[in-house]
């Protein structure tokens, strides 16, 4: 499931975000282990009802902030790296809620009780393309970063583009005039569009 300025900078950029999260995601008085996971099923029928040519990539957000902070398991992850692989596709991680996530597939998922958390890290690494991250949820860091496999993908992020934490901005620079006069134009984006009502 998007985040809500994730959503918002995909459809500002012209695509569609498209959630795919499990039905029981949907239902807050459900208790189960994995509420963030993928509907794998859904995910396939979309790639095969759009085309795998129409669709720049396909996005996990672990602990999915917009339901709570539901985690998702790794085989759901493994699961959809092999919907990726079969369609050429990549997987993007929003890792910004990483350690709650971590947390609840040692604790939940039977197969990895044994792994450690470096471990279990590691084995979601090796299954994305592309790992971003907003740091400030650490409570010790500002900015974020973004880890890529493929050296050679262009890649485009900046305060003034995107008017929001790029990857190098501190709480410092987050103060600029430029900074605040990209955010409020991408304010005044989402106001247009009706994402946003002002008060
Ligand atoms: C999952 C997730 N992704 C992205 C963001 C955006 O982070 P930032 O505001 O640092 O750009 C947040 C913020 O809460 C988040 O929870």
Known sequence: ?????????????????????????????LRAPFK????????????????ADK?????????????????HS??????????????????VLDASLLADNLYFIK???????????REITRAM?????IIYFSARKLGCARGGGICIRDKDLPLWAGVDQLGRSAPRATGDQQLTKS????????????IARGALRPN
């Open 179 to 190: 900074y605040l006069t990209a955010a409020r134009a991408t304010v005044d984006q989402l």
């Open 36 to 51: 963030g996971n993928m509907d794998i099923e859904k995910l396939r029928g979309l790639i095969e009802k759009h085309g």
């Open 107 to 117: 604790t939940r998922e039977e197969k990895c009780k044994d792994m450690s958390i």
């Open 1 to 29: 499931m998007f985040f809500d300025t994730t959503r918002a900078h995909v459809e500002i950029a012209g695509a569609r975000a498209i959630d795919c999260v499990v039905e029981e995601a949907k239902d807050h008085t």
């Open 55 to 71: 669709i720049a990539y396909v996005r996990i957000e672990t602990g999915t902030n917009l339901i709570g902070g539901q985690p």
């Open 125 to 129: 690494a090796d299954l994305s393309d």
């Open 74 to 91: 790794l085989e759901n992850m493994q699961e959809i790296r092999k919907v990726c692989d079969e369609f050429g596709l990549m997987l």
